[in-house]
């Protein structure tokens, strides 16, 4: 019998210290070996009890979640899930979390409901599984400071009908991967970019700004009725999907409340095949860091569209399922490092240039041996 992933709970709620042992116990490959209520306590019974993973409050007094966090990266080298408040502040410090280099988050149940608390604790154990699986923290690739954005799209600039639509379907590792590619998009990058982040709703808009700032690009939270522009990138609300529609006065988005699809709202695979058909060989379609398979077979769609499909390779990844699951499938044109992505995305979005490869080769950006070996049959 395989050895239980070794589970250590900080969290300043009783009530969340007694609900969140109880919701995992009905994985028995989970075994929950201890509770902290703030993060001195935790330090402590990381160095006592040896937690394969760490489920983390944020907001706890004496020494707060954010400082354990970053001890824990310093020190301890331990995966850490964060359990977030469903708030303003509970998001902000949430991305600020993941900058630092927790593995993912999950949210707090609200009042503790039974369906809300069934939820999470399904959801949690999976993140738990896959955490313990990853191992240590992957390196944080920090992103140079962004030059001052222009003011280019007042007034006297007229919206720019872009060159290429690029659709990006992207999960667990997300936020840290978005804010390095983003940042290396120069100002006048001639695409634009439509983003499924699966992130919950309330959380978006705050990632939205915090990407906007960082990056020469424009960047928000899109909104049906935006138009698809030059230099700027949508990312998909929370608990929606993102679709592109193509009008007379130009592309723009289209979102929806229809059902989820592989579990998710937003879904890759919906946005993927909506620039299928809208975009046709226009269209881009990028499969990054995230668990799961979310996107596989919409990249196939866009593939067969005649657009040009990329995945990040899998050992720039902090979970490399979702690209993986496109490679395997045969779906993927190019497979690119992070560091590389932008300038791959700059070179294919530049109008009328043509491509060197052949059709139908898979090819990798400085290729591992893994990557090079990879060939459609």
């Keep these: 019998m395989s050895q239980r992933i070794r589970v250590l709970v900080v969290d300043d709620s009783a009530l969340m210290r007694k ?46 979640g954010i400082e354990m966090l970053r001890q824990i990266t310093r020190k301890h080298r331990v995966p850490v899930i964060v359990v977030s408040a469903h708030t303003e502040e509970g998001a902000s410090l949430t991305l600020k979390a993941l900058g630092l280099g927790a593995f993912d988050f999950v949210t ?24 313990a699986a990853s191992g240590a923290p992957k390196m944080i690739i920090t992103a140079p400071d962004a030059p001052r954005r222009k003011d280019t799209h007042g007034s006297a600039t007229l919206p720019r009908h ?17 804010q390095y590619l983003l940042s290396q998009l120069p100002e006048d990058f001639p695409g634009c970019l439509m983003i499924v982040q699966h992130m919950p709703e309330g959380f978006t808009q705050m990632f939205a700004k915090r990407l906007n700032e960082s990056s020469a690009i424009e960047v928000k939270e899109a909104q049906t009725g ?26 723009v988005v289209l979102l929806a409340d229809e059902p989820r699809v592989n579990g998710h709202r937003p879904s890759a695979d919906v946005l993927f095949n909506s620039v299928a058909r809208e975009a046709g060989n226009r269209a881009i379609a990028v499969l990054m860091t995230g668990m799961g398979d979310d996107g596989a077979a919409g990249l196939g769609a866009v593939q067969a569209a005649g657009g040009y499909t990329i995945a990040q390779s899998p050992e720039t990844c902090v979970v490399d399922s979702m690209p993986r699951s496109a490679i395997t499938r045969g779906f993927v044109t190019r497979i690119a ?13 530049i109008p009328e240039r043509p491509s060197a490869e052949p059709d139908g080769e898979l090819s990798a950006v400085h290729p591992t041996a893994e990557d090079g070996a990879l060939r459609r049959r």
């Design 19 to 64: 609900l969140i042992p109880q919701s995992l116990l009905h994985d028995p490959s989970i075994e929950v070996v201890g509770t902290a209520m703030d993060g001195i306590i935790g330090l402590k019974k990381i160095e006592e009890l040896k937690p394969n993973v760490v489920t983390l409050d944020l907001e706890m007094p004496r020494m707060d």
């Design 108 to 131: 707090k149940p609200q009042g503790g409901a039974p369906g809300q608390l069934a939820q999470i604790s399904t959801e949690l154990a999976l993140k738990i599984k896959v955490a």
């Design 226 to 251: 935006d138009v698809l522009l030059a230099g700027r990138a949508l990312i998909c609300p929370g608990n929606r999907h993102i679709k592109m529609r193509r009008m007379d006065h130009g592309d």
């Design 337 to 349: 490092s992070l560091p590389d992505l932008a300038g791959l995305l700059q070179s294919k979005c």
């Design 162 to 178: 872009p060159s290429r639509i690029v659709a990006i379907g992207i999960s667990t590792g997300g936020p840290n991967a978005l």
